[in-house]
T-cell receptor
Framework: SQQGEEDPQALSIQEGENATMNCSYK?????LQWYRQNSGRGLVHLIL?????REKHSGRLRVTLDTSKKSSSLLITASRAADTASYFC???????????FGKGTLLTVNP | DAGITQSPRHKVTETGTPVTLRCHQT?????MYWYRQDPGHGLRLIHY???????DKGEVSDGYSVSRSKTEDFLLTLESATSSQTSVYFC??????????FGQGTRLTVV
């Protein structure tokens, strides 16, 4: 089974609103990353949070990590139509950098 | 963009035939990955490599084999293709363990 599970599976909001996506995972991790995928394209890295960090910001992105609950959240503030994409969390396990992804959240931002 | 090329980009093959997908990088990155992406399943790890001739299985490795005889190439082989292996296959590379870079994907159809 997959390590990460995003929630919700799909999210539809209006431009200007905030979007929050959650990720739960099962085993101990080295770090957690979030990626974005535009339809039909490869994934693009957004942000990384290490296992000893609790919160990280990058532009309009805010990521939190709760290792006791094995969960992370990605907040996109002041969303734009161009943010429409699928978002995936990825966890890094073990010494050989096994990188596994969840099923993703499809975000639709309506103009 | 990271120098990562997948070939072919599209392939249609018949059930029972062998198929090899190639991932080629010009970045000299240590880690390489093969994923498949299917609706409702997100990205699932097939195999990954943490060095030349060092590979390990992912979560959906049955029916797939890999080889990495040199840093720049990671080959994914379907020994006898089945319809269930119809999917979009993505290769990814990483060096720093902080982020991975993805190829553009290979759309494989097994008829």
């Amino acid at each position: 089974s997959q390590q990460g599970e995003e929630d919700p599976q799909a999210l539809s909001i209006q431009e200007g609103e905030n979007a929050t996506m959650n990720c739960s995972y099962k085993t101990s991790i080295n770090n957690l990353q979030w990626y974005r995928q535009n339809s039909g394209r490869g994934l693009v890295h957004l942000i990384l949070i290490r296992s000893n960090e609790r919160e990280k910001h990058s532009g309009r992105l805010r990521v939190t990590l709760d290792t006791s609950k094995k969960s992370s959240s990605l907040l996109i503030t002041a969303s734009r139509a161009a943010d429409t994409a699928s978002y995936f969390c990825a966890t890094d396990e073990g010494s050989n950098y096994k990188l596994t992804f969840g099923k993703g959240t499809l975000l639709t931002v309506n103009p | 963009d990271a120098g990562i090329t997948q070939s072919p980009r599209h392939k249609v093959t018949e059930t029972g035939t062998p198929v090899t997908l190639r991932c080629h990088q010009t970045e000299n990155h240590r880690y390489m990955y093969w994923y498949r992406q299917d609706p409702g399943h997100g990205l699932r790890l097939i195999h990954y490599s943490y060095g030349v001739k060092d590979t390990d299985k992912g979560e959906v490795s049955d029916g797939y084999s890999v080889s990495r005889s040199k840093t720049e190439d990671f080959l994914l082989t379907l020994e006898s293709a089945t319809s269930s292996q119809t999917s979009v296959y993505f290769c990814a590379i990483s060096e720093s363990r902080d982020r991975a870079f993805f190829g553009q994907g290979t759309r494989l159809t097994v008829v």
